[in-house]
């Protein structure tokens, strides 16, 4: 048999043992290709500094409180990783999301609606939005980042006036959305069973993949490799279920977040969508000339992010059993967008994944429960939030530019 | 010569307004043939491309493939006739690897990708181009600039076209590089393909071009082949024989 058609050529080494894996992953490392390996090297830091200064952070049900919390602004950065991915930004997902809640405050509590149809109603305006900024964008030529801004004033604007003058809206404590919001957590063989899935998926994914690229005379990646990722996954995986367990137990509303990443995963890798995605926020230009009807790929990741920015505002007032004229104000904008940079999508487009949101909305909301925990003001919760922000932004920048010396763009 | 032409050009005129870019063109370009399109700066060669491509629509004059007589409304429509174009900004999309610029708008099985497939496909057809790319898993920005030009090239061929048109394929590119895309062109010849290359450089065309069409000024100005003197060829593309680069030739010999 004929050497596999990817490694007929001789000038490059192809070194699978598992010392090749880890050296080429240095390089890569190196190039400025950096992956999730911020969110690891944060996230470890945030634990050891905060569990020492106060050892309630670790303990199960902050954690539980912390994954019901992760949810909503998870969601929230899931809708600006589709923006930033295209190369553009959507600064008003606050204010889409605060608007939501208001939405569904005043059409479910005040007017009495079902409440699934206030929801979709919420849904509804925040596709809405995406789409007008869409338009501005692709028929006036007006910069995403101007748009938004004005958006994020005028759907304030809008709030406000719905709620009226009372301001604030009560949910009912014994309604579904709000103890989905609050309290619904999974049973636990449901969540040791949920948590076989991923290494399940990942494994036979993988089989599947090795029967392909064999069949293709394509070079097969080693069996070896793919057990130990699964079992890691699994092992790690059930681990923090039992953790998790010994308080509340995993919340229904992180499953539902996790379920809508690996949705948009799959459509950001796996279609012709995606693929679309990444070429247009890479090179419009080149996209373009493929035949790529560029416009229809901003509309729909503008419309995406407005809806996941309604559904993430919904379930916040779920999370709070009350729409507010705070709801999507303050800080929820920035964390939203840190979450996506923090998880390794690129402000500057065409790069990052799904996975970035849930990553980086861990760090976030881990930085702030920690804060929290150590009774500090909020200016000072602001400031230091901020400085993350800012920090990685700058190893964005700075991986960016080591990519593109490394000539790996 | 038997062979029918793939693409025959008769009296093609385009006007811009007042100005006539393109007055009278014939060409015809035939299967396994390499056809130069030279001329000096405002001479045509684009217009004529983008008439080809699909960009812009002749003003009069008849375009006919394979003997039927066609108009090509859009960029679209002359892709899917089977005409490609490799523009000289090659627009590949440095952020995504070989086998995904290749495929481009042309994904195999949109709702779940056939990365197999695909990658197999890529391969084999960069083996039959004898290109040299070490791995189509790597970015477009870890290629060099000869690579880049292959992957805009086989990108191009990706579709089955009859003829690919290529805008100054070797005007960005080094010695050693720039042999390598003449190789490639040659393969793509041998092929059965007809290729339309434009280019500044007369040894490039001369080294491969099957046959010299000359523009000047819009309009037909001879159709040479690669034993024409570079003197000669110089006079049609300025139009006199008496010009500033053989001025300069004389002053050298």
Known sequence: MSAPLDRADSRVTHDDSLRGVIRSFIDRIKA????????????????????ALNPVFLVPNNLVNLLFDCATVGIISLGIVCVLLVGEIDLSVGSISGFASAIVGVFWVGEGWPVLVAIAAALAMGAAVGWIYAQLYNRLGMPSFVATLSGLLALLGMQLYILGPTGSINLPYESALVSFGQTLVMPKTVSHVLG?????????????????????????????????????????LQLAIFYLNLGRGLPWMFGLFVLLVVALNYALTRTQWGRSVMAVGGNREAARRAGINVRRIYTSAFILCGTLSALGGTLAAARLASSSQQAGTGDVNLNAIAAAVIGG?????????AYSAILGIIVIQAISSGLTLLNLSSSLRY??????????????????????????G | MAQEPILSLRGVSKKFGAVSALTDIELDINPGEVVALVGDNGAGKSTLIKVLAGVHQPTSGVIRYEGREVSMESPAAAMRLGIATVYQDLALCENLDVVANLFLGHELSPYALDEEAMEARSWTLLQELAARIPS????????SGGQRQTVAIARSLITNPRIIMLDEPTAALGVAQTAEVLNLIERVRDKGLGVIMISHNMEDVRAVADRIVVLRLGRNNGVFDRSTSHQDLVAAITGATDNAVTRRMEKLQ
């Open chain 1, 32 to 51: 400025g290709d950096l992956g999730m390996l911020p969110v690891a090297v944060g996230l470890i830091v945030i634990s050891v500094v905060f569990s």
């Open chain 2, 136 to 143: 189509v898993r790597e970015p477009i920005a870890s290629l």
């Open chain 1, 383 to 408: 400031m230091i939030t901020g400085g993350v922000l800012a920090i990685a932004v700058i190893v964005d920048s700075l991986a960016r530019r080591s990519r593109i010396s490394h000539g790996r």
């Open chain 1, 345 to 353: 999508t690129s402000l500057f487009g065409g790069r990052g994944s």
């Open chain 1, 196 to 236: 076989l899935l991923p290494g399940l998926v990942i494994l036979v994914q993988g089989q599947r993949r090795r029967l392909r690229r064999g069949k293709r005379n394509l070079s097969v990646p080693p069996l070896g490799g793919l057990l130990a990722r699964a079992a890691i996954l699994t092992a790690a």
